[in-house]
């Protein structure tokens, strides 16, 4: 549940898509979530899942299990890539394509991933019956949706903001449109995938933890991996076993982390677009070694030849398709059809939304729903604010003291990486022993993970505050309450909205394995929107689940329109000196 | 090599190009423009800011379609981007992510030669620019005359038989910029590239002079060819000569008496809301006032003196000029400016006076704050959204020409306290005082 904001374009702020768009495309993916969510009783019953292998607790099968989980990671960044390059690319360049593609992806970027877990594994199941592959590829595809929707805006943004001159440099130059794909456009949106890529991250480990033991209704499912361990050591009450998980995640995020992103970041700094040497360039061991490597780069230079050689033919569409996506001039029957189909496709999804959701569901149903999403709303208001309160005096101390912040900031990215569910068993296990009160002491759960964005936001944010506007405060000798409120707040204020932006829409999404726990036989329930979906999801309600989640977009929608873009344009308005 | 007048390599026909006004009108940008790039010139196209010249390039590049016209390149139609017309963009428009010899190899991509080959065509361009050594440096490595010899250098690699240059020097310190402009006229004379004939964009009066056989002077708003100046002098050329200096005071003053036209056209078009003003801030004006005043003009001067003494182009030095003479100032004539009797009251005066003068002429010379200021009176609360002044502008001028205006129009009202302007509800207002 990432957030983009406005484009900035000559001075002024574009919203980036019209109002009904959005409107059309909330109803589109909500109807077919419930629509879904009321058809997929039927599909339940016949579902034999494959023979579930069974999990052992033993702390030396953890490097298997965190293997495995690994695995799941590196598929799903490769299918994200996949959808990024083909969906963004066609939302890009294809007027009509657009105005569907691209308000789909904003409404789906908010509609919560764990919610409709377990739409997608009885899908994946039905698709594969009786193979392991079914599980397996919906625990990939939970992973996929938390990276797909950001890396396919990132790139999107990309696109459509690629440098003027470098877009006439390679008109002038006659690329074809493969060969202008490959020399300007990936590598121009290279940065800003990249950062999308790692800031998903978090998302991934979570969901793919998340989504390995899952039951819904009477399928129980338990793929070999952490979080399968972990679930398995909460329903023996292991605490000594989700210790040794702890271990075993945080291990692999630092290789994974290691092997594949540092490199990542340092070979991408290579594409960054400012034209100025930069202060600190990101560096890799890893990418070090296999740069000097001579053997290995013998190996691997006729790949990169082959590769480059590939990237520099000449493909190109054959023209008469150029028409039918709307790549060509402006067509006005064209375009009226086109509007026509949109049109129809919302009217029919409306109308199944009222026969199957009527059949099924009642205002009273909604009543509840909308209720318990007050609860919550509540919930993540006061711990964003809390954390607010924290984590943002520190992250100004941390991040106008580079020393510091250079040892910090790797840490807080590791934190907000780490998949905080795995943590969850502890607290429980203290909330249980203490015998405090759940509706208060699991709240903190949902937090638990996405503050980590306030802090290192906040501590870049501070770390790049102009030292001048430092020396001037000092030198008018401004200090105490009005320095924080006219120097440092305004000036960290962007970067603050950015993390808190993302650490909101994470506790949305966290609140459904936050607000209803269990340790053992024993379950704890706070309320609230999450454990209303948790709760139908064990039980296999379907049209609950799908107006759980339904609702929970809504509110999410509604915060993202109503209080995180305004407060984004505000802050980078106000902080332009232009 | 002298101005020989061959057949034209680029022939631009009745070329139109329009914007359309937010009410729907057609608003030209470039008027019946009639352009011939002969073989074997440089051909130097001047004009200020706005003035459609860079429009115009991309227009014999292919790579904007005029709304009107037609485009001949060795005598067939052009369609889009052809093969031999290479283009040198002001921010150079290099690869970031490419070495140099990786940037100059791109602009081969499109042949489809064979490797080898390419790599050789590659090498000989970049001996020829003189940027051997440098092959395997990223551009963010180079200093901003090296990127842009890069720049030249994937132009040349096609052996262009059409060379377009939008602006290439602008972007370089003044030593940098003369070097560049010295190494490419000597490969020109010695005639080391296989190019035919050169189109060099320009806001710099003396860049034409120096470097072109023959100079067409832009009118802004819309842009038209304003003179077809030859300028038929010797290579090398000082700079110094008598000869130079005056086909340069020739450029200044066909500027200058365009410009006039051009104010006083639109000072009598729409109750003066057409009147577009130029980027002027108050402290520029107010400079360029102390500047007349003092030695060794003692309120006049030659323009193109001035900017010569100050090291301004044409666009830094005409906005400031315009300025004062909308607001009556100081005059401009026939490529001089001279003093007003408000304008030497003005230097005189201390704070206070200088902003009552100041604010007595805004309110009697520029229509726009006349009119801004009537609206908040008649207002209640005194107030009123500074997008009804620019939807109203957007009925005369293009979006951009209306932004400026009314940041000039509120920077001096500001100065004048005739009204505030409130960026954050974006609000005109009248101060309470």
Same mark, same amino acid.
Request: charged letters at 20%.
């Given at each position: 549940?990432?957030?983009?904001?406005?484009?900035?374009?000559?001075?002024?702020?574009?919203?980036?898509?019209?109002?009904?768009?959005?409107?059309?495309?909330?109803?589109?993916?909500?109807?077919?979530?419930?629509?879904?969510?009321?058809?997929?009783?039927?599909?339940?019953?016949?579902?034999?899942?494959?023979?579930?292998?069974?999990?052992?607790?033993?702390?030396?099968?953890?490097?298997?299990?965190?293997?495995?989980?690994?695995?799941?990671?590196?598929?799903?960044?490769?299918?994200?890539?996949?959808?990024?390059?083909?969906?963004?690319?066609?939302?890009?360049?294809?007027?009509?394509?657009?105005?569907?593609?691209?308000?789909?992806?904003?409404?789906?970027?908010?509609?919560?991933?764990?919610?409709?877990?377990?739409?997608? @594994?009885?899908?994946?199941?039905?698709?594969?019956?009786?193979?392991?592959?079914?599980?397996?590829?919906?625990?990939?595809?939970?992973?996929?949706?938390?990276?797909?929707?950001?890396?396919?805006?990132?790139?999107? =943004?990309?696109?459509?903001?690629?440098?003027?001159?470098?877009?006439?440099?390679?008109?002038?130059?006659?690329?074809?449109?493969?060969?202008?794909?490959?020399?300007?456009?990936?590598?121009?949106?290279?940065?800003?995938?990249?950062?999308?890529?790692?800031?998903?991250?978090?998302?991934?480990?979570?969901?793919?933890?998340?989504?390995?033991?899952?039951?819904?209704?009477?399928? =129980?499912?338990?793929?070999?991996?952490?979080?399968?361990?972990?679930?398995?050591?909460?329903?023996?009450?292991?605490?000594?076993?989700?210790?040794?998980?702890?271990?075993?995640?945080?291990?692999?995020?630092?290789?994974?982390?290691?092997?594949?992103?540092?490199?990542?970041?340092?070979?991408?700094?290579?594409?960054?677009?400012?034209?100025?040497?930069?202060?600190?360039?990101?560096?890799?061991?890893?990418?070090?070694?296999?740069?000097?490597?001579?053997?290995?780069?013998?190996?691997?230079?006729?790949?990169?030849?082959?590769?480059?050689?590939?990237?520099?033919?000449?493909?190109?569409?054959?023209?008469?398709?150029?028409?039918?996506?709307?790549?060509?001039?402006?067509?006005?029957?064209?375009?009226?059809?086109?509007?026509?189909?949109?049109?129809?496709?919302?009217?029919?999804?409306?109308?199944?939304?009222?026969?199957?959701?009527?059949?099924?569901?009642?205002?009273?149903?909604?009543?509840?729903?909308?209720?318990?999403?007050?609860?919550?709303?509540?919930?993540?208001?006061?711990?964003?604010?809390?954390?607010?309160? @924290?984590?943002?005096?520190?992250?100004?101390?941390?991040?106008?003291?580079?020393?510091?912040?250079?040892?910090?900031?790797?840490?807080?990215?590791?934190?907000?990486?780490?998949?905080?569910?795995?943590?969850?068993?502890?607290?429980?296990?203290?909330?249980?022993?203490?015998?405090?009160?759940?509706?208060?002491?699991?709240?903190?759960?949902?937090?638990?993970?996405? =503050?980590?964005?306030?802090?290192?936001? @906040?501590?870049?944010?501070?770390?790049?505050?102009?030292?001048?506007?430092?020396?001037?405060?000092?030198?008018?000798?401004?200090?105490?309450?009005?320095?924080?409120?006219?120097?440092?707040?305004?000036?960290?204020?962007?970067?603050?909205?950015?993390?808190?932006?993302?650490?909101?829409?994470?506790?949305?999404?966290?609140?459904?394995?936050?607000?209803? @726990?269990?340790?053992? =036989?024993?379950?704890?329930?706070?309320?609230?929107?999450?454990?209303?979906?948790?709760?139908?999801?064990?039980?296999?309600?379907?049209?609950?689940?799908?107006?759980?989640?339904?609702?929970?977009?809504?509110?999410?929608?509604?915060?993202?329109?109503?209080?995180?873009?305004?407060?984004?344009?505000?802050?980078?308005?106000?902080?332009?000196?232009? | 090599?002298?101005?020989?007048?061959?057949?034209?390599?680029?022939?631009?026909?009745?070329?139109?190009?329009?914007?359309?006004?937010?009410?729907?009108?057609?608003?030209?940008?470039?008027?019946?423009?009639?352009?011939?790039?002969?073989?074997?010139?440089?051909?130097?196209?001047?004009?200020?800011?706005?003035?459609?010249?860079?429009?115009?390039?991309?227009?014999?590049?292919?790579?904007?379609?005029?709304?009107?016209? +037609?485009?001949?390149?060795?005598?067939?139609?052009?369609?889009?981007?052809?093969?031999?017309?290479?283009?040198?963009?002001?921010?150079?428009?290099?690869?970031?992510?490419?070495?140099?010899?990786?940037?100059?190899?791109?602009?081969?991509?499109?042949?489809?030669?064979?490797?080898?080959?390419?790599?050789?065509?590659?090498?000989?361009?970049?001996?020829?620019?003189?940027?051997?050594?440098?092959?395997?440096?990223?551009?963010?490595?180079?200093?901003?005359?090296?990127?842009?010899?890069?720049?030249?250098?994937?132009?040349?690699?096609?052996?262009?038989?059409?060379?377009?240059?939008?602006?290439?020097?602008?972007?370089?310190?003044?030593?940098?910029?003369?070097?560049?402009?010295?190494?490419?006229?000597?490969?020109?004379?010695?005639?080391?590239?296989?190019?035919?004939?050169?189109?060099?964009?320009?806001?710099?009066?003396?860049?034409?002079?120096?470097?072109?056989?023959?100079?067409?002077?832009?009118?802004?708003?819309?842009?038209?060819?304003?003179?077809?100046?030859?300028?038929?002098?010797?290579?090398?050329?000082?700079?110094?000569?008598?000869?130079?200096?005056?086909?340069?005071?020739?450029?200044?003053?066909?500027?200058?008496?365009?410009?006039?036209?051009?104010?006083?056209?639109?000072?009598?078009?729409?109750?003066?809301?057409?009147?577009?003003?130029?980027?002027?801030?108050?402290?520029?004006?107010?400079?360029?006032?102390?500047?007349?005043?003092?030695?060794?003009?003692?309120?006049?001067?030659?323009?193109?003196?001035?900017?010569?003494?100050?090291?301004?182009?044409?666009?830094?030095?005409?906005?400031?000029?315009?300025?004062?003479?909308?607001?009556?100032?100081?005059?401009?004539?026939?490529?001089?400016?001279?003093?007003?009797?408000?304008?030497?009251?003005?230097?005189?005066?201390?704070?206070?006076?200088?902003?009552?003068?100041?604010?007595?002429?805004?309110?009697?010379?520029?229509?726009?704050?006349?009119?801004?200021?009537?609206?908040?009176?008649?207002?209640?609360?005194?107030?009123?959204?500074?997008?009804?002044?620019?939807?109203?502008?957007?009925?005369?001028?293009?979006?951009?020409?209306? +932004?400026?205006?009314?940041?000039?129009?509120?920077?001096?009202?500001?100065?004048?306290?005739?009204?505030?302007?409130?960026?954050?509800?974006?609000?005109?207002?009248?101060?309470?005082?």
């Amino acid at each position: 549940m990432e957030h983009h904001a406005e484009i900035l374009r000559d001075g002024r702020w574009y919203r980036q898509a019209p109002g009904w768009r959005d409107l059309a495309a909330t109803v589109l993916v909500l109807a077919l979530i419930l629509v879904l969510g009321s058809t997929a009783r039927q599909m339940v019953a016949p579902l034999g899942a494959a023979r579930q292998p069974d999990i052992t607790l033993s702390p030396l099968a953890l490097p298997f299990y965190a293997l495995r989980t690994t695995m799941r990671m590196l598929v799903a960044i490769a299918a994200s890539l996949f959808f990024t390059f083909t969906y963004a690319t066609l939302a890009a360049k294809s007027r009509r394509a657009e105005m569907v593609l691209v308000p789909l992806l904003d409404v789906l970027q908010s509609v919560p991933i764990l919610g409709y877990l377990s739409f997608t @594994v009885l899908f994946f199941v039905a698709l594969f019956p009786g193979n392991e592959l079914g599980p397996e590829l919906a625990a990939i595809f939970a992973i996929f949706t938390s990276q797909a929707w950001n890396m396919a805006f990132s790139f999107y =943004q990309s696109l459509r903001t690629v440098p003027r001159d470098l877009d006439e440099a390679s008109r002038s130059f006659r690329f074809s449109a493969w060969q202008r794909f490959w020399r300007l456009e990936v590598p121009f949106a290279m940065p800003g995938l990249v950062w999308n890529t790692m800031m998903s991250m978090s998302g991934g480990w979570f969901f793919v933890v998340a989504s390995e033991a899952i039951a819904v209704g009477d399928l =129980q499912i338990n793929l070999p991996g952490v979080g399968s361990y972990v679930a398995r050591a909460i329903a023996e009450r292991d605490l000594a076993a989700v210790g040794w998980a702890i271990v075993a995640m945080s291990a692999a995020i630092l290789v994974y982390d290691q092997l594949l992103f540092r490199p990542l970041v340092a070979w991408a700094d290579k594409f960054r677009f400012e034209q100025t040497a930069a202060a600190s360039v990101p560096r890799s061991w890893v990418l070090d070694l296999f740069r000097r490597a001579r053997l290995l780069r013998r190996v691997t230079s006729p790949m990169a030849a082959g590769l480059a050689s590939a990237a520099r033919a000449r493909l190109s569409l054959p023209p008469a398709l150029h028409g039918l996506i709307g790549w060509g001039p402006r067509r006005r029957i064209g375009d009226l059809a086109w509007y026509g189909l949109i049109i129809a496709g919302i009217g029919a999804a409306l109308r199944q939304l009222y026969r199957v959701a009527g059949a099924e569901l009642s205002w009273g149903d909604v009543a509840v729903a909308a209720g318990e999403g007050g609860l919550t709303l509540l919930r993540v208001a006061v711990l964003i604010a809390l954390a607010t309160v @924290v984590w943002v005096p520190i992250g100004v101390f941390v991040g106008l003291r580079p020393k510091l912040a250079e040892a910090a900031q790797p840490l807080a990215q590791f934190l907000a990486a780490f998949p905080a569910n795995l943590l969850f068993p502890v607290a429980v296990f203290f909330i249980l022993r203490f015998d405090l009160a759940p509706r208060i002491w699991l709240s903190p759960l949902m937090v638990l993970g996405t =503050q980590w964005y306030i802090l290192f936001n @906040v501590v870049a944010g501070a770390s790049a505050f102009p030292s001048d506007f430092r020396e001037a405060a000092a030198s008018f000798r401004i200090g105490g309450w009005r320095w924080w409120r006219e120097v440092m707040l305004p000036g960290v204020f962007p970067f603050y909205v950015t993390g808190a932006i993302t650490a909101s829409g994470g506790a949305w999404n966290a609140s459904i394995v936050a607000e209803a @726990v269990s340790w053992g =036989q024993t379950r704890l329930s706070a309320g609230g929107l999450g454990a209303y979906i948790a709760e139908r999801t064990a039980a296999g309600d379907f049209p609950r689940i799908a107006l759980g989640i339904a609702v929970m977009s809504l509110f999410v929608i509604a915060a993202n329109r109503l209080l995180w873009r305004p407060l984004y344009a505000f802050a980078e308005r106000r902080t332009r000196l232009d | 090599m002298t101005a020989t007048a061959g057949a034209p390599t680029i022939e631009l026909r009745k070329i139109c190009r329009t914007f359309a006004k937010p009410s729907g009108e057609p608003l030209p940008v470039l008027a019946d423009i009639d352009l011939a790039l002969r073989d074997g010139e440089i051909l130097g196209l001047l004009g200020r800011s706005g003035s459609g010249k860079s429009t115009l390039l991309r227009i014999a590049a292919g790579l904007i379609r005029p709304t009107s016209g +037609e485009i001949l390149y060795r005598g067939a139609p052009l369609e889009g981007p052809a093969e031999g017309i290479a283009v040198v963009f002001q921010t150079f428009a290099l690869f970031p992510w490419l070495t140099v010899l990786e940037n100059v190899e791109a602009g081969l991509d499109a042949l489809g030669l064979p490797r080898a080959e390419a790599r050789r065509r590659a090498q000989s361009a970049i001996d020829l620019i003189g940027l051997d050594g440098f092959q395997s440096a990223y551009p963010r490595e180079l200093s901003g005359g090296m990127r842009q010899r890069v720049g030249f250098a994937r132009a040349m690699v096609i052996e262009p038989l059409v060379l377009l240059m939008d602006e290439p020097f602008s972007a370089l310190d003044v030593l940098t910029a003369e070097t560049l402009r010295t190494d490419f006229l000597d490969l020109w004379i010695e005639r080391q590239m296989p190019t035919r004939s050169v189109l060099l964009v320009t806001h710099n009066i003396e860049e034409a002079v120096l470097m072109c056989d023959r100079t067409l002077v832009l009118s802004s708003n819309p842009g038209r060819i304003a003179a077809d100046i030859p300028v038929p002098l010797a290579r090398p050329r000082n700079r110094l000569d008598d000869a130079f200096r005056a086909i340069v005071d020739e450029i200044y003053s066909i500027l200058t008496s365009r410009a006039l036209a051009s104010i006083k056209a639109q000072g009598r078009l729409h109750g003066g809301l057409a009147q577009a003003l130029p980027r002027a801030s108050v402290n520029q004006m107010r400079g360029l006032l102390e500047t007349l005043a003092s030695a060794p003009y003692s309120g006049s001067a030659e323009l193109g003196a001035l900017a010569g003494a100050l090291s301004f182009e044409v666009d830094d030095l005409f906005p400031i000029a315009e300025g004062l003479h909308i607001l009556e100032f100081a005059e401009l004539s026939a490529g001089s400016l001279k003093l007003t009797a408000a304008g030497r009251t003005f230097v005189r005066c201390e704070t206070e006076e200088r902003k009552r003068l100041f604010n007595e002429h805004l309110l009697k010379f520029v229509p726009l704050a006349a009119h801004i200021r009537r609206v908040l009176d008649e207002r209640e609360g005194h107030r009123a959204p500074r997008v009804r002044f620019e939807s109203e502008l957007e009925d005369h001028m293009i979006r951009r020409d209306a +932004e400026r205006t009314l940041r000039a129009v509120t920077g001096w009202a500001r100065y004048a306290e005739v009204f505030e302007y409130d960026d954050t509800m974006r609000m005109f207002r009248i101060g309470k005082r």
